[in-house]
């Protein structure tokens, strides 16, 4: 154990847990929590998490994992390769205090495990915790109570305040439309005294209420009449087969990039086509299905919703579903934006838009991008997006976008492996419809008087400012801004030059009041 590790003098053998994991009458008996005076002697709140397990190797499980389909990657060529476990549950009890030393959570009990794709990969892993009872974690979306929470370790973010930077935006945008956006805030982390480094707080992915709000059918139900949650997804081919499906994106029609000036001549198919070979896009459903039915049918609605789209966009063409949803057919009786506005909520997408362009995500062509759709009674019947994610890569850590001006979210760029052009689909499609272009606008100025953006860069700045010793501390533990041999091949040469959080910081403020002077010079009106 690290020597600056000690354990707390107060028994906590026996504690009444309110509103967690016990009744108020029942008496739990559970291990002391221990602590870091690392920790202790910072200004941000503290998550510890203590294991039940005592045993000699029971870290393992927040030190070794790996996503599975990344250690199959990495197996494939390197020699000699040993295959870690893959993440796993472990039952902890997790506890958080705040600076003032009051306890804004007793001993909860819960199990935890790491989380993520390529992430996961790294010395410090990103986190999931899942209550056993529903809680709230400092006030978070409003007060909601959870099971489920997420720690981001933003290992490879010098600043580590791209993903709240991202978040607060996005909550802001999205919130005056109805739609969702995590919530988050920076803590520090510990487990069984250990000092792990500062992390962001935030949420996960999920259908609830108070997160993606659509219907969450009950058990085995098998009806088509329910609610689906769905991530446009590379990485849908390691999920099992009910679980995911394959884009046909209008039998890979041909897409034009907008770049501010008419695309300059090119076109992109999203998918292989001739010798150009590509990797499968598709998605991966997210929320609970249990039958075939429920995964042909979504299937079927998202790419003919996709048809539909790039009809109305690309042919001046009305298509319209039967009233099954099970096939489309050619009709006049409407117009071809009125067909779109039929199956999908457009402020919706025109709020994603936004948000991609203002953040320029890496892997926007690629992953973490949400989507859903409820058709239970009372539901939408639209393709909605909402859910904004990971965004370590984004705002300049990645060489892309670099200057911060210039066109991004729909137009051709590099795929995340950087070996051939791509384009997100969704975003590209009704880039160049007058209507849509016309709600961008639109949608833009009324965030930008609100001073919405201003507020962003500013909180990156307070945020740096207020937590530099725990930032300090965070890099003494995993000197990741020197020793970054693991993602120092990804990073812009501006990121790469960065050896602290205080000029990381400054530099993806930099960056982004650049971008937010591109957009509002692009669009306000």
């Not at 529903?134 to 489920?148: C, D, S, V």
């Not at 600043?159 to 439309?177: G, P, T, V, W, Y």
């Not at 300059?264 to 086509?273: D, E, P, V, Y």
């Amino acid at each position: 154990m690290n020597k600056l590790n000690k354990i707390l003098s107060v028994s906590l053998s026996a504690v009444l847990l309110f509103g967690c994991s016990a009744k108020k009458d029942e008496k739990i008996k559970i291990p002391e929590i221990q602590t870091s005076s690392v920790s202790e002697n910072l200004d941000l709140p503290i998550i510890s998490i203590q294991t039940e397990s005592t045993a000699e190797n029971v870290m393992d499980f927040v030190k070794c994992p790996v996503a599975k389909h990344v250690a199959e990657s990495k197996a494939s060529w390197t020699p000699g390769y040993v295959m870690p476990p893959e993440p796993y549950y472990e039952n902890c009890y997790v506890k958080l205090t705040t600076k003032d030393g009051s306890s804004d959570l007793e001993p909860c009990a819960a199990q935890v495990k790491v989380r993520g794709n390529w992430t996961t990969d790294y010395p410090k892993k990103p986190l999931r915790i899942k209550f056993k009872q529903k809680t709230n974690l400092l006030g978070l979306n409003n007060g909601a109570e959870f099971k489920n929470w997420v720690l981001l370790a933003e290992y490879k973010d010098g600043s580590m305040l791209r993903n709240k930077a991202a978040f607060f935006a996005s909550r802001q945008i999205l919130s005056e439309d109805g739609l969702y956006s995590a919530d988050s805030q920076l803590v520090n982390v510990e487990v069984n005294g250990e000092y792990m480094g500062v992390y962001l707080l935030t949420e996960q992915q999920q259908v609830s209420e108070n997160r993606v709000n659509i219907n969450s059918p009950k058990k085995d139900y098998k009806g088509t009449d329910i609610g689906y949650f769905l991530e446009f997804d590379g990485y849908f081919e390691n999920e099992e087969e009910l679980k995911a499906f394959p884009l046909d994106l209008n039998n890979n029609a041909l897409l034009k990039p907008y770049d501010g000036n008419d695309g300059s001549g090119r076109t992109i198919k999203c998918l292989s086509a001739g010798g150009t070979i590509k990797q499968p896009l598709g998605v991966t459903i997210k929320s609970e299905i249990y039958s075939q039915e429920q995964h042909d049918f979504i299937e079927n609605f998202v790419n003919n919703t996709y048809k539909i789209m790039y009809e109305a966009a690309y042919n001046d063409k009305a298509f319209v579903f039967d009233d099954k949803y099970k096939t489309v057919s050619e009709t006049t009786s409407i117009t071809p934006q009125q067909a779109v506005e039929n199956v999908v909520d457009i402020q919706s997408l025109v709020d994603m838009y936004i948000i991609s362009e203002l953040t320029c995500d890496a892997d926007i062509t690629w992953s973490s991008f949400y989507m859903d759709a409820d058709f239970s009674d009372g539901g939408s019947k639209k393709l909605r997006f909402e859910a904004p994610w990971d965004f370590d890569s984004s705002m300049g850590n990645r060489p892309r976008c670099e200057d911060g001006y210039g066109y991004y979210a729909a137009n051709i760029i590099p795929d995340p492996s950087m070996e051939k052009p791509s384009i997100n689909p969704w975003l590209a499609v009704l880039a160049y419809e007058d209507w849509y272009r016309d709600m961008v606008k639109d949608t833009w100025t009324k965030a930008y008087d609100k001073g919405i953006f201003e507020q962003t860069c500013k909180m990156i700045e307070e945020d740096s400012e207020k937590y530099q010793q725990d930032f300090k501390e965070n890099y003494k533990k995993w000197n990741n801004l020197i020793v970054n041999y693991q993602f120092e091949f990804e990073l812009s040469d501006e990121a790469k030059k960065c050896t602290n959080e205080k000029q990381a910081a400054e530099y993806l403020t930099k960056w982004l009041q650049k971008r937010i002077e591109f957009l509002n010079s692009e669009w306000h009106t």
